[in-house]
């Protein structure tokens, strides 16, 4: 199993920044596809964005599609998470984790998440 530690939230302004980091323990890390999911108040989690093993195919919801972009460092063994434009819809706990099939199903534990806050 991978553990995971999310980092790089915050509070920022409408149309603002924040780079994500998810750091992983495990000897497997790049033989995983990644994801990063969030939850709003009152909301289910929902997919945010994913990648594959290797990096070269990444995936998202329209609902960030332009202004989400998922990377990965293997060698670090961190998944990161651009964000650009940010909205105050945005705001929610950021988690990431392993990932399989078509559907980006989570399977493997959850982390504490980090806190993303975009004030309009």
């Known amino acids: 199993q991978v553990q995971l530690v999310e980092s790089g939230g915050g509070l920022v302004q409408a149309g603002g920044s924040l780079r994500l980091s998810c750091a992983a323990s495990?000897?497997?890390?790049?033989?995983?596809?990644m994801a990063w999911f969030r939850q709003a108040p009152g909301k289910e989690r929902e997919f945010v964005a994913a990648i594959n093993w290797s990096g070269g195919d990444t995936y998202y919801p329209d609902s960030v599609k332009g202004r989400f972009t998922i990377s990965r460092d293997n060698a670090k063994n961190t998944v990161y998470l651009q964000m650009i434009s940010l909205k105050p819809e945005d705001t929610a706990v950021y988690y990431c984790n392993t990932v399989y099939g078509v559907a980006h199903t989570p399977n493997g534990y959850w982390g504490q998440g980090t806190q993303v806050t975009v004030s309009s």
């Open positions: 495990g000897r497997s890390f790049s033989s995983y596809a």
